[in-house]
């Protein structure tokens, strides 16, 4: 069983940048669909990118697409999120997850294994 810690989350003012980390234990990271979601109290988790096994395609929600890129290092078995141009709705528990299947699109339903959450907070 694959297991997530995610790790680079913290306060920032908006404009500016953070990269997460998410390593992985017990799986190696190319053999897994990944992504990252989000979530603020009282709200669903949204998924926010996806970079799948195989070729690595990637996927975005529209809401940070050409901001955002997800990225994974086999070798270091660690999947990333580069973050720039932050924004205060960016706001929010970032969380990683993993799927040995490729399914479309990005729903918290398709993954089964989760990190335990690092906060980013963009403040304007």
């Known amino acids: 069983q694959v297991q997530l810690v995610e790790s680079g989350g913290g306060s920032v003012q908006a404009g500016g940048s953070l990269r997460l980390s998410c390593a992985a234990s017990g799986g190696t990271v190319s053999t897994y669909s990944m992504a990252w979601f989000r979530q603020v109290p009282g709200k669903e988790r949204e998924g926010v990118a996806k970079?799948?096994?195989?070729?690595?395609?990637?996927y975005y929600a529209d809401s940070v697409k050409g901001r955002f890129t997800i990225s994974r290092d086999n070798a270091k078995n660690t999947l990333y999120l580069q973050m720039n141009s932050l924004k205060p709705e960016d706001t929010a528990m970032y969380f990683c997850a993993a799927t040995p299947w490729n399914f479309f699109g990005l729903r918290a339903s398709d993954f089964g294994y989760w990190g335990q959450g690092t906060q980013v907070t963009v403040s304007s």
């Open positions: 970079i799948y096994t195989g070729g690595g395609m990637t």
